[in-house]
């Protein structure tokens, strides 16, 4: 059987040089090849001029650039645009573009100036394994993990779309804030953000880079000795008992030893730098005053600002979880801000289409059987209404 050809989509320089240095090429190489692959958009390694035909032949024979298919994108009225990222193995995550408010996906202008940022939320699994319980990704179960080509190939595809479509500013932020729990998926992570940030690459910003996790303790320690890239915690509870209930990974990982390891990772960033904490607001959960204040006596002295993200229904939702009104919303951001708490709210963006924060979806095959454990739930619940 022949061997596996190497995707050079989503190899960072160091492992691209390394490549070409095991085929006795000079490492520069790596260089020109980066530059075709995400400033050219190019896969067809015969399109690489400036590299000889015969490397050319037998890079052919050994390695590809093998990008992940991308289904027709679905757009919102706010602009937001969702795709679906076809792996390997016959299934799906989705990816979501964020353009700034009111900007439009095909590349238009307010007022002749160009639109400032074009955010891509990306997956870096298939489904996911911690299941919180306001999220529709994690109901639908867990697959496995996606390669770095798969992850790259997300922002390659993404940034082709708009290129496609006349906006020139391309992609100008990435958060690893899609399908999965992207710090149980370390290393093609990692190179993942490597690549982004590389400037023959994407060249984007270490600060408009944002990787977040629920609180995987030990790989937040690791991350701090590979990267300074932004990190984002989804915390979404101010006590463990509450946070059990919600994020189920802190049964593991309490929220002290979280706290105790951004302040970890806040040692090597620079002082103006901080870390967003994720906060989803629940009606009559985790929205109270008490709550409020509870948050900003755990945050203190801790280098942080607290994004709000009011609840996102979605089908699966067997809690009765309900949005805040914007009166408890607001009560709750004021409380914070009063003691001293850098708070952002979110804009609900996407929603219409599925694409907000904590409605992604995808397409699964669920190793876990958890997705058909929640449905029997469904059955059930259905059948006992219906009995008289």
Avoid at 46 to 68: F, Q
Avoid at 258 to 282: F, K, P, Q
Avoid at 374 to 388: G, K
């Amino acid at each position: 059987m022949a061997e596996e050809k190497a995707n050079l989509l989503g190899m960072p320089r160091a492992a691209l040089g390394s490549f070409f240095a095991k085929i006795g090429e000079k490492p520069y190489r790596a260089d020109q090849v980066m530059r075709w692959i995400y400033r050219g958009k190019v896969t067809d390694i015969d399109a690489m001029t400036n590299i000889s035909r015969s490397l050319r032949g037998h890079l052919k024979e050994i390695a590809e650039i093998r990008v992940p298919a991308f289904s027709a994108g679905t757009r919102s009225s706010d602009g937001v645009v969702k795709w679906l990222a076809h792996t390997e193995h016959g299934q799906a995550v989705e990816t979501v573009l964020i353009p700034d408010a009111g900007a439009a996906y095909d590349g238009a202008t307010e007022g002749g100036a160009p639109h400032r940022r074009n955010t891509l939320c990306i997956s870096s699994q298939v489904g996911c394994a911690l299941d919180c319980s306001f999220c529709a990704t994690g109901k639908q179960g867990f697959n496995g993990n996606l390669t770095r080509a798969e992850i790259v190939g997300q922002v390659w595809q993404a940034g082709r779309e708009l290129a496609d479509r006349g906006d020139e500013r391309g992609i100008t932020n990435v958060v690893f804030m899609g399908m999965g729990e992207p710090l149980l998926n370390f290393q093609p992570v990692l190179d993942a953000a490597d690549v982004l940030m590389d400037d023959l690459a994407f060249g984007i910003s270490k600060r408009r880079v944002t990787i977040s996790t629920a609180g995987v303790v030990p790989r937040i320690r690791d991350l701090a000795s590979h990267t300074d890239v932004s990190l984002a915690v989804s915390l979404h509870a101010p006590r463990d008992e509450l946070r059990n209930v919600l994020v189920p990974l802190n049964r593991k990982y309490p929220i002290a030893e979280v706290l105790d390891a951004c302040r970890h990772y806040l040692r090597g960033l620079g002082e103006r730098r901080s870390i967003t904490m994720e906060y989803t607001l629940i009606d009559g959960v985790n929205d109270s005053v008490v709550d409020a204040r509870d948050l900003a006596h755990l945050l203190t002295g801790l280098r942080t600002k607290v994004n709000l993200i009011p609840f996102n229904p979605f089908p699966e939702d067997r809690n009765g979880y309900r949005r805040p009104s914007p009166a408890r919303i607001d009560r709750f951001q004021t409380s914070l801000l009063n003691a001293g708490v850098a708070t952002m709210l979110r804009t609900t963006r996407g929603d219409e289409i599925g694409a907000a924060c904590g409605q992604l979806t995808g397409t699964v095959h669920d190793r876990t059987q958890r997705r058909t454990r929640y449905l029997a739930r469904e059955r059930v619940s259905l059948e006992t209404r219906s009995v008289p």
